[in-house]
């Protein structure tokens, strides 16, 4: 597929969203819904006109920088000083829905297989299968909940403890895969990877990403009080957050991470 045709999906996928979501308005439903039926419409499980076939990775690294985006305004409603009272709320849900969501699908995907295929099983493969679909599952899709908050002007205490919720199980998230991956890998080729190291490099990823997002929000925070002109402002604080999600893309850490780092860096510098 050459540019032409790339430039051509981007329209044809930004053209049917808008619709679909004012259809959506319509019938008091959220614009993202339309946003997702439109993804329905145009893939491959419907008309076909968008598919990896055609557009292939191409788009990937635009994926990755327009999550890191996203997560920089969920970080943005992470007020410290609102949360004081919901701190220890926001710690037990996380922890709790994460471990929730991990057990129940492994458990479930397990004794479905077992269901399904009897004596037939193979106990190892599907026990490696169901922890890596538990360990997937921890994993959240902040854009379109933040979509929703930002739409419908959503604040208060529940607003604050979902998106508190959200960043928080990220982290876990990291953590989580990437224990359940160490432990396949042993199960399946004992001895190829060590448990501490992989615990070791799921911590090293969190804390980088947690740095380099930081260092980018208070970068942005210097330069935009030494700056006045609001276009000056909006091109050097996107410029400085490209580059942040460039650099976790290098060092291949977490660029959702640093993205609510850095927005939570500088809500929380605001006067």
Known sequence: MNEVEITLGIALLLSTGILFAKLCQLISLPSVTGFILA????????????????????LEHFTQIALMLIAFGIGEHIELRRMGSI?????????????GAFFFTSI?????SWVIAGAALNHLDTFVLSVLLGAVAVATAPAALLHIVREMGAKGPFTSTLMAVVAVDDGIAIMIFGMTVSIAHQLVTPGDVALLPALYECVSEILFSLFIGV?????????????????????????LLLLCGE?????????????????????????
């Open 39 to 58: 993804g329905l419409a145009l893939g491959p499980s419907c008309f076909g006109i968008i598919s990896m076939e055609s557009v292939g990775n191409r």
């Open 215 to 239: 260092t980018t929000g208070l970068l942005i925070d210097v330069i935009l009080k030494k700056l006045h002109n609001r276009g000056e402002m909006l091109t050097a604080g996107l410029a």
């Open 108 to 112: 479930g995907t397990y004794l479905t």
């Open 247 to 271: 650099a976790t893309r290098y060092f291949n850490l977490s660029p959702l991470l640093a993205g609510m780092a850095a927005g939570f860096t500088i809500i929380n510098r605001a006067e």
């Open 87 to 99: 701190a220890r709320d926001v710690g037990y849900i996380s922890i709790v829905q994460a471990l």
